[in-house]
């Protein structure tokens, strides 16, 4: 029967390749945002998410314990948000959870020269990076003395790794403040520096690079040395290229004489060591001495990079400057040189503030008054497209096919802007008023949103309840059910039937889990159940004959996506989505691990995978494409073939797959009406979609095969464990609540 499938197969993968990978190479997929504005280029463009034109509200958290003006930050399931008095906090993105918090010392809150943020703590954005989150807080020493300090922290469990002083030498921290977010270049943080609102006292624009091994400090630069101010204080903070190189936008300084040029007012790229900068800096009709004498700074805005080797910046003088990343000017004689300006913004006096977002060959502006979309033509020329100045403004970002900006100075709406015309679509109600230049973050089919002290979280119809914390399921030769999921404590929890009925909530421990479980049992009845770390590598926890031990950390990272396991014989088969989109894989033969993961390809995927395996050896993998479609591609034993289109046009949500003894393959999902759907496999063509009901259920569903049964599981919204089954090909059962929750 297996073979007589796998030949119609294999004569169809070649007819359909180039289809393939035409309808799928656009697609980007994405669950997390690591860092200010999605990536390392400040690009702000999240092209994973489902259709953001019609969300609603999802939960709200209470008051957190200080104002928000970070940008919130996606990972393992999680969204991590950093308040002003110092505290870090990760809520489950799905249910609002609490899952930790982590306080890096007390905030300043004395003896101000000027500002406008007070306390003051944590303000730039963190960074997430090889698994570890990264933050710089402002700690108060005394009542007259202040320190920086960058800490580093397991976003799985908020344990603080360290949380070290990094102010930099010469500095003083009376008048500086880390207002722009962190980065990342060739294993070390990024961080930058400015004045207070106000300008007070003597200051400068700080860059600093900090090791992330062990919190050292490896190299610092600053400008204006010998004069003041200058700032580096975007909130958009440095852009970081492929290569390591550094690009920081810099505010006015002090000297209006062009042959005393110090580097304010500037655009600069650094290679990674911090030597000396490359630079530009404006020429007319915008010269850098006007700018200095007016206080009108380039450094309002960060940069963003561009595809083709190009950056866009602006500044408060709302004029956007076209560069090439190689080849700044350097002019010896600083003011123009770049490859094309053009005035984008309506002012050329406190214009433009934040950050940008880039998509394709269009940049949006974050004007004092809305945003401006402006086309890329050439690298030599551009233009606006739009300039929509009815709602927003602050540093915009793209996800779900939705431009989405606040109000630049502070307010109660997020507005949703289609991005071919800037006409509002979409207008959130927010709980509080937001923080000057706040904007909103992604993943896991929700917006995020800082708002005063609280986050706001919205979600797309297609993502209910639990959808980022499914349970796992697989049955063994008896038909005796394991059911597991992360609990809302972070740690593997287990309900258990033996043929007549459930025991559990069993907890495991082996926590924080950074990722939903995946679960296989082998022919000797051993149990595996693999996660995703809070680091991004493969963890495991085994239970063989009523005894857990664990966890193993199996390394493999990082992983793109929360795992998904297959067992046959004295094999096991890890898959997951990749960081590069495409589908990976882990092994295990008899009890050893191959050191490294394998690329096996097929992407980009357009969700995690689902994985069964017949007592054959055969494996099969199935996911959601980008175009919402069934996909498969499976192993006969020598080589992997797909990717294959299944079809099926009705998923809402990652599939899960099953296998009975017969070799009939059964694939559950979660359909756009929140009922489950199912197609078969028996032997010469696929079945479906069928329509099983059972719905709303909470979460993507988890389905097991033994015998003639097939058993499919799922969060309720009720945060409860409810079940369904089919008995030998026959009718379904259910919905049936087996309790067990809350679930995580």
């Known amino acids: 029967m297996t073979g007589i499938r796998r030949g119609l197969r294999v004569v169809l993968v070649g007819a359909i390749v180039a289809v393939v990978t035409s309808a799928t190479t656009a697609v980007a997929v994405t669950s997390q945002w690591p860092t200010y504005h999605f990536d390392a280029g400040r690009s702000g463009d999240d092209t994973g998410e489902p259709s953001f034109t019609n969300l609603s509200a999802a939960w709200t958290s209470g008051g957190l314990d200080g104002a928000v003006y970070a940008e919130p930050l996606a990972y393992g399931g999680d969204v991590i948000v950093a308040t002003e008095n110092n505290t870090v906090y990760a809520f489950a993105a799905d249910t609002g959870a609490l899952r930790w918090s982590a306080n890096l010392g007390p905030p300043r809150t004395s003896n101000f020269p000027c500002g406008d943020i007070k306390p003051l703590g944590i303000t730039g954005t963190p960074v997430i990076d090889s698994g570890y989150l990264y933050v710089v807080a402002e700690v108060q020493l005394s009542s007259t003395s202040y320190a920086f300090h960058l800490a580093k922290i397991d976003p799985g469990s908020g344990a603080v790794m360290w949380n070290n002083n990094i102010t930099p030498s010469g500095m003083d921290p009376n008048t500086q403040q880390e207002r722009s977010a962190l980065a990342v270049s060739s294993g070390n943080v990024v961080i930058q520096w400015g004045g207070l609102d106000g300008d007070?006292?003597?200051?400068?624009?700080?860059?600093?690079?900090?090791?992330?091994?062990?919190?050292?400090?490896?190299?610092?630069?600053?400008?204006?040395?010998?004069?003041?101010?200058?700032?580096?204080?975007?909130?958009?903070?440095?852009?970081?290229?492929?290569?390591?190189?550094?690009?920081?936008a810099t505010g006015n300084g002090s000297s209006t004489n062009i042959n005393s040029y110090d580097f304010g007012n500037s655009l600069l790229k650094f290679p990674s060591s911090l030597g000396a900068p490359s630079f530009f800096a404006p020429g007319a009709p915008q010269d850098w001495a006007s700018l200095n004498g007016s206080d009108t700074d380039l450094g309002s805005v960060g940069p963003s990079l561009l595809p083709g080797g190009l950056l866009f910046t602006i500044g408060k003088g709302g004029r956007g400057y076209l560069l090439n990343q190689s080849s700044l000017p350097n002019n010896s004689n600083p003011g123009g040189g770049e490859n094309a300006s053009n005035q984008v913004c309506d002012t050329t006096s406190n214009a433009a503030f934040s950050g940008m977002a880039v998509s394709g060959n269009v940049v949006y502006v974050p004007c004092h008054d809305g945003v401006a979309a402006v086309s890329i033509d050439s690298s030599t020329s551009f233009h606006t497209l739009w300039y929509q100045t009815s709602g927003g403004g602050a540093a915009p970002i793209v996800a779900g096919g939705v431009v989405w900006t606040l109000s630049m100075f502070g307010g109660t709406t997020v507005y949703g802007l289609d991005p071919s015309s800037g006409?509002?679509?979409?207008?959130?109600?927010?709980?509080?008023?937001?923080?000057?230049?706040?904007?909103?973050?992604?993943?896991?089919?929700?917006?995020?949103?800082?708002?005063?002290?609280?986050?706001?979280?919205?979600?797309?119809?297609?993502?209910?309840?639990?959808?980022?914390?499914?349970?796992?399921?697989a049955a063994d030769a008896s038909g005796h059910q394991h059911v597991v999921w992360r609990g809302g404590d972070g740690n593997l929890w287990e309900a258990y039937w033996d043929g007549s009925h459930w025991t559990g909530p069993t907890p495991h421990g082996m926590g924080p889990l950074g990722s939903p479980p995946a679960i296989a049992i082998q022919p000797n009845g051993d149990v595996h159940v693999l996660w995703r770390g809070g680091d991004g590598n493969l963890w495991e926890a085994v239970d063989s004959g009523g005894s857990w031990t664990g966890p193993f950390r199996r390394g493999m990272g990082p992983l793109g996506s929360p795992p998904t396991v297959a067992a046959w014989g004295s094999e096991i088969d890890v898959f997951w989505q990749g960081g590069d989109g495409n589908?990976?894989?882990?092994?295990?033969?008899?009890?050893?691990?191959?050191?490294?993961p394998r690329r096996i390809g097929m992407g980009p995927l357009g969700s995690r995978p689902t994985a069964v395996a017949h007592s054959s050896g055969e494996q099969d993998v199935f996911w959601q494409g980008g175009d919402g479609q069934l996909w498969e591609a499976f192993w006969l034993g020598s080589r992997w073939n797909g990717p294959t289109p299944v079809g099926m046009r009705s998923l809402a949500s990652p599939p899960s797959a099953a296998v009975l003894p017969s070799d009939e393959e059964d694939v559950f999902w979660r359909q756009p009406d929140g009922n489950i759907g199912m197609a078969a496999w028996k032997g010469s063509g696929w079945l479906g979609p069928t329509q099983v009901g059972m719905g709303p259920i909470g979460s993507?569903?988890?389905?097991?095969?033994?015998?003639?049964?097939?058993?499919?599981?799922?969060?309720?919204?009720?945060?409860?464990?409810?079940?369904?089954?089919r008995p030998s090909g026959s009718a379904w059962v259910g919905p049936q609540r087996i309790g067990m929750g809350p679930l995580g």
């Open 200 to 248: 007070c006292g003597a200051y400068h624009g700080f860059v600093e690079t900090v090791a992330e091994t062990n919190g050292a400090e490896q190299h610092q630069w600053n400008d204006t040395p010998g004069g003041n101010e200058g700032g580096m204080w975007a909130t958009s903070g440095p852009a970081v290229d492929g290569s390591g190189n550094i690009y920081v």
């Open 423 to 473: 006409a509002i679509i979409s207008r959130l109600s927010l709980p509080a008023g937001t923080q000057h230049f706040a904007t909103a973050a992604a993943g896991y089919g929700r917006l995020f949103v800082p708002a005063g002290n609280r986050l706001a979280v919205f979600v797309a119809p297609a993502q209910l309840v639990g959808s980022a914390n499914p349970p796992a399921a």
């Open 583 to 596: 589908l990976w894989e882990g092994l295990q033969i008899g009890g050893a691990w191959f050191a490294q």
């Open 700 to 725: 993507p569903p988890a389905a097991t095969g033994w015998g003639t049964e097939d058993d499919v599981f799922w969060q309720g919204g009720d945060a409860n464990l409810w079940e369904a089954y």
